[in-house]
């Protein structure tokens, strides 16, 4: 009797002890030290504690308050405030939570893939950015990575201080894209939201509800559905223990024979790379909706300025998949303008730069080339903007180190179309055209000072085709905002192309030298 009443006891206990914890009052964790909000506008904060339970939210002499619901969530929104700080914001549900070193300014989101993963310790110059990195009004929080299958509430993460000590984990175009806003808005405060994971897509950014409805989704969608209808997990461990069988094998020849390589003084080729242990498709970070669920859903309604994006050669491996990406990009934007409640809240993306080997013919149709041309038609979704970055690739490296060049174009983009200053907010854009005899005139928009780059001669990059489909290299000559196109070999051009291919030669800028977007007339698959 007396082990039962102990035993009961004990569970009783146990019971007490979970429910407290249960309880106890929570916050998600981009409510934490050091944390930005973004000033002028309400700030939404929410969290968790005991259902019916009173919540008192106070930060610069505001005091509001909120009652959890059945299951134990609770929301309300501060008054806005103007930048500065730093200042506490001090929650109270049961137990009290205090945010120290809070700072109010601009908060911008930043996603995308490995382009914006990179750091600024893989960015070029990094010991001379490193040493000017003393810059504590800029922080980020770097979401952790998370693949889900359903939406979450919550992440991971925390709020770091701008230093020469801490700067190398920053992603890098996001931070140069801070600093530009930092340094050009006089000292105001930036927050950088850093969500992103490289190789992905951006199908996995975007919630499933609003992809389901979209037609031209629908293969994408059912090829997924697929994968994950014929997982079996003892099938794909016997398959990957085959595999990892027949690499060890390969490992050991290979070590033979680059013994022998080196011993004759000759470079052993490269060693056979181990294989992936394969993984639920249901689970993979490229199953669309995933990284929204994860990465994007638990940042929901954090209160920002806008979003920045740097994405897209997921989906450039094939003409076909760059030709979506024109569908799935505004998706994405309206999809989390919609879920953020804010508006047409501002967000810009950066165009893929040259990349691979330059080809030497007047256009190289391929799914880079097309995956741009998708990105600069995603202007048309209003206030939106692109970062131009045709002229700092690598030719032998897609993670082209230049991060500088792209978050200052991002943030020239900002400055002028978000935040009212004055310059161009990015590269010439094709606003249309005109066949005029033997010449298609070519015009623009943001084409201020249309010039060539660094004082060249001779436009480079344009072609021209007749009814015959065929491309011919063309002159251009730059008349006020207008480029004049022409080919002695094609008297009767219909169509211009200009920096058409992966590694194009180009060098059409604007007075501010902003490359110029590549673009064509036509729209012929070859």
Not at 230 to 257: G, H, I, T, Y
Not at 451 to 468: N, P, S, Y
Request: glycine share 8%.
């Amino acid at each position: 009797m007396r082990k039962s009443l102990l035993a009961m006891l004990f569970v009783a206990s146990i019971a007490t002890t979970t429910l407290t914890a249960q309880a106890k009052l929570e916050l998600p964790a981009l409510f934490s030290d050091h944390m930005v909000v973004q000033s002028g506008t309400n700030i939404p904060v929410w969290g968790w504690a005991a259902p019916g339970q009173q919540v008192t939210v106070k930060f610069l002499g505001q005091a509001k308050q909120a009652t959890t619901n059945d299951a134990g969530k609770w929301t309300l929104s501060l008054d806005a405030v103007e930048a500065g700080g730093p200042h506490e914001l001090v929650v109270d549900g049961g137990n009290t939570i205090t945010i120290k070193d809070v700072l109010v300014g601009e908060v911008w989101l930043a996603s995308g893939q490995s382009n914006m993963a990179f750091k600024v310790r893989q960015a070029r110059n990094f010991d001379k950015e490193k040493a000017k990195a003393d810059l504590p009004k800029i922080r980020m929080f770097t979401v952790q990575r998370q693949s889900k299958p359903t939406p979450q509430a919550r992440c991971k993460g925390s709020w770091k201080v701008c230093s020469p000590e801490t700067v190398g984990d920053f992603s890098a175009a996001a931070y140069f894209f801070g600093r530009h806003l930092h340094n050009k808005l006089a000292g105001v405060p930036v927050g950088l939201i850093n969500s992103s994971w490289g190789g992905t897509a951006v199908e996995a950014w975007t919630s499933m509800d609003v992809q389901k409805k979209v037609d031209a989704l629908q293969p994408m969608l059912a090829n997924w559905q697929k994968r994950t209808d014929a997982w079996d997990p003892q099938k794909a461990e016997d398959q990957f223990q085959a595999r990892l069988a027949r690499w060890k094998n390969s490992v050991a020849k290979w070590e033979e024979a680059a013994a022998t390589a080196r011993g004759a003084g000759k470079k052993p080729r490269r060693k056979p790379r181990r294989p992936r242990k394969p993984g639920n498709p249901a689970l993979n970070q490229n199953h669309p909706a995933n990284l929204f669920n994860g990465m994007i859903e638990p940042l929901i309604p954090y209160a920002i300025k806008g979003a920045i994006w740097y994405q897209g050669e997921h989906n450039a491996r094939t003409i076909e998949t760059a030709k979506l990406y024109r569908t799935q990009l505004p998706l994405l934007i309206n999809d989390w303008r919609t879920r953020w409640k804010e508006g047409d809240f501002p967000f810009a993306w950066v165009q893929l730069p040259n990349f691979k080997k330059r080809v030497n013919q007047p256009t190289q149709h391929s799914a880079w080339a097309v995956i741009r041309e998708s990105m600069a038609q995603c202007l048309d979704v209003p206030n939106t903007g692109m970062a131009v970055t045709i002229d700092v690739g690598m030719a032998n490296n897609i993670h082209p180190t230049n991060k500088q060049a792209v978050g200052n174009r991002l943030g020239r983009w900002a400055m002028s179309k978000v935040y009212g200053k004055r310059g161009l907010p990015m590269g010439p854009i094709l606003s249309g055209s005109k066949v005029e005899g033997n010449t298609i005139v070519c015009m623009f928009k943001y084409a201020r000072g249309l010039k060539l780059r660094r004082k060249a001669t001779e436009a480079k990059g344009f072609a021209v085709a007749g009814e015959d489909h065929k491309w011919h290299a063309a002159t251009a000559k730059i008349e006020g905002n207008k480029v004049i196109v022409s080919c002695p070999d094609v008297p009767n051009p219909v169509a211009v192309r200009y920096a058409w291919g992966d590694n194009p030669e180009c060098n059409l800028v604007n007075r501010g030298g902003l490359p110029a977007s590549p673009f064509r007339t036509d729209d012929w698959d070859e």
